[in-house]
């Protein structure tokens, strides 16, 4: 047997190499073994700081019985899905016609073109609460394979085009106020008046939404200012925050905030540290920071993950490691990490670390976000024959993974780098986020010239090609529950561009792609926080706010109110004249022209790049509106 995951990037896919069952890594070959051997394919989806993922790995995948049994019927494919995102979508999404209770691990069968004909999540190693054991369920798949071949295929075929119509978006309107209004209403009905947060139990913090709220909040909406600030204070003092740590569990099983799953994933915190500073929440984002730079810190940037189980004096533990005070944390090893660093967890995270050292007044953390981002970009960041940049999608110890890289990457990062700019007033940063949103957009006029659909931003160079060669691919998950879509991240790294540059295109692009996704986000706006989130900077008037000092001069009174100044559809930045005249020379024309006037710091503030007089003092700012 071939032991074909040692060397995986994916500390998931390695947790595997030593199993009975024969894995396969995702990609053309497992498939082909599959067609060879006609027999179906058993793809199996999980993360490394998944528990249920660990129960089933143990349960079954360990057992050598069960492994030769399935090595002899099917082609067995691990696939860790936060490596590969589009994978995970497009199979989620074919399983969600067999159920909706869906989640990791998720077992797939489908035939060696990859078109699923069965799909289920957990399954016990015996028959449990109506449950079927996961050796009924491959009998019974393997009895459809044999017996009813033609059924099969023709199942697998309608489920596919099926999926390919779904994917395909319609036009749609950009919400208005009054729809924001009644969306913030909608989100106020779904919240737990007892417990904090949305909805019973299982429940999650939903930051994305959170940071909704916050922008309403921003826009003058009392009512979504008091529904975040509420959420975000019960969150804080739940058991879903680590108190000696620091950092956010995944969710908690009760609706109470008790009994966390307590993985701690990247993407929750950097989002959960974001809303944390836009709260003044200082004690909770300082919390969050110390949890980042102690515990996530890796080789290349930022862990994804970490473990919710340990080794308690030679004892697996689900959680009871977080039971222990400091000094008995001590004398335990931590929950392993999971150490490969993804593009856009990483780029959340830089962007995360920018707003909070603005908005809060902590410098070392603007630093730790540079020194975050020189990082990835120096390991993820490379240029093709003509130049263009081309990101990884995941790395681990200076090792690069195979995935392709996502709409997500690009979008994050973008956004992380632009968020950065801003908040250290130097223009690199900013300037390679507009290469990788030029990117995105040139990426989506070809493909909507090829396909004849209206497309503002896709992933340049494709995305996996296995699916797209086998016209599997459902698209990036929109589902906005624990961070942006892709789409939503780009479209706000190009409505940022718009503010920097007053190039009207990125304004154009960020609508573009905001708008198809509008009725979904009205149907389901718990689901759809980041894209709710462009849509309300977009729903406002476009101000921009820049302080200018003179070279030799430190920050003061003027640029600590413009920088901690939150108004939906503004953005501020504060610099140096010689830094505001080498962004100019970058072609951001937001800072063509702006000089302090004398020796004093001078703030210009416009509406859709029209600016008023020059100010020097906060009263004059604050009467300028």
């Avoid at 990426?443 to 797209?468: F, I, N």
Wanted: with cysteine; net charge negative; hydrophobic share 45%.
């Amino acid at each position: 047997m071939a032991a074909r995951l040692e060397n995986a990037v994916s500390p998931y896919l390695q947790s595997h190499a030593g199993n009975p069952v024969d894995w396969w890594p995702w990609g053309a070959d497992a498939l082909a073994e599959a067609a060879r051997r006609d027999v179906p394919v058993m793809i199996s989806i999980g993360y490394a700081t998944c528990h249920w993922c660990h129960v089933m790995a143990r349960e079954t995948f360990a057992n050598p019985e069960v492994g030769a049994w399935l090595n002899e019927r099917v082609v067995a494919i691990k696939v860790d899905r936060e490596e590969h995102p589009e994978v995970d979508a497009a199979y989620m999404t074919a399983a969600s016609a067999f159920s909706d209770q869906l989640g990791w691990p998720l077992t797939v069968f489908a035939t060696p073109e990859g078109r699923t004909f069965y799909a289920a999540t957990y399954l016990p190693p015996q028959p449990i609460s109506g449950v079927p054991s996961f050796r009924q369920v491959v009998e019974a798949v393997l009895e459809a394979w044999q017996s009813r071949r033609d059924e099969v295929l023709q199942s697998a075929e309608g489920l596919r085009d099926a999926i390919a119509a779904a994917s395909r978006r319609e036009p749609g309107a950009l919400p208005t106020r009054d729809d924001l209004a009644a969306i913030v209403a909608e989100l106020a009905g779904f919240e737990d008046t007892l417990h904090g947060g949305f909805g019973g139990a299982p429940k999650f913090p939903v930051a994305p939404t959170l940071l909704f709220l916050q922008g309403r909040g921003a826009a003058g909406d009392t009512d979504a200012a008091a529904l975040a600030a509420r959420t975000l204070q019960r969150l804080a003092a739940s058991d879903l925050r680590d108190p000696v740590e620091g950092g956010f569990f995944r969710y908690a099983t009760r609706r109470d905030w008790t009994e966390p799953h307590y993985e701690r994933m990247l993407n929750d915190n950097a989002l959960l540290l974001e809303a944390a500073a836009r709260a003044g929440a200082h004690e909770t984002a300082a919390g969050v920071v110390a949890f980042l730079r102690e515990i996530m810190r890796v080789p290349g940037g930022l862990a994804s993950g970490q473990d919710s189980e340990s080794e308690l004096d030679g004892e697996r533990s689900e959680g009871g490691y977080y039971a222990l005070t400091a000094d008995e944390r001590a004398r335990q090893p931590r929950p392993a990490l999971d150490a490969k660093v993804l593009t856009s967890w990483n780029g959340l995270a830089i962007g995360a670390l920018a707003v909070a050292a603005r908005l809060l007044d902590e410098p070392s953390w603007a630093a730790f976000a540079r020194e975050l981002a020189d990082e990835l970009l120096a390991g993820h960041l490379s240029r093709d024959e003509s130049g263009a940049p081309r990101l990884l999608r995941a790395s681990r110890e200076g090792r690069a993974s195979a995935a392709a890289s996502t709409l997500e990457d690009w979008g994050d990062l973008a956004v992380g780098l632009l968020e950065l700019a801003i908040t250290t007033g130097e223009h690199a940063h900013a300037a390679l986020a507009r290469e990788l949103v030029d990117a995105c957009l040139a990426a989506g006029d070809h493909e909507a010239v090829a396909t004849g659909r209206p497309l503002a931003a896709a992933v340049p160079g494709g995305g996996d090609p296995v699916l797209s060669s086998r016209g599997l691919a459902a698209g990036e998950d929109v589902n906005e529950g624990s961070a942006p879509s892709g789409e939503a991240a780009v479209a706000r790294a190009a409505l940022l561009l718009h503010q920097l540059t007053a190039q009207p295109r990125y304004r154009f692009a960020a609508e573009a792609i905001v708008a198809p996704l509008a009725p979904l986000a009205r149907q389901r706006p718990i689901a759809f926080g980041a894209t709710l989130g462009v849509a309300s900077a977009l729903a406002e008037p476009s101000r921009q706010l820049v302080v200018v000092r003179p070279d030799d001069a430190e920050p003061g009174e003027l640029e600590a109110a413009a920088l901690t100044r939150q108004r939906e559809g503004e953005l501020a930045i504060a610099l140096t004249a010689s830094a505001a005249s080498a962004w100019a020379e970058a072609g951001f024309e937001l800072l063509a022209g702006r000089a302090p006037q004398g020796s004093t710091s001078t703030a210009f503030a416009c509406t859709d790049f029209v600016c008023r007089l020059p100010v020097t003092t906060v009263d004059e700012l604050d009467a300028a509106g």
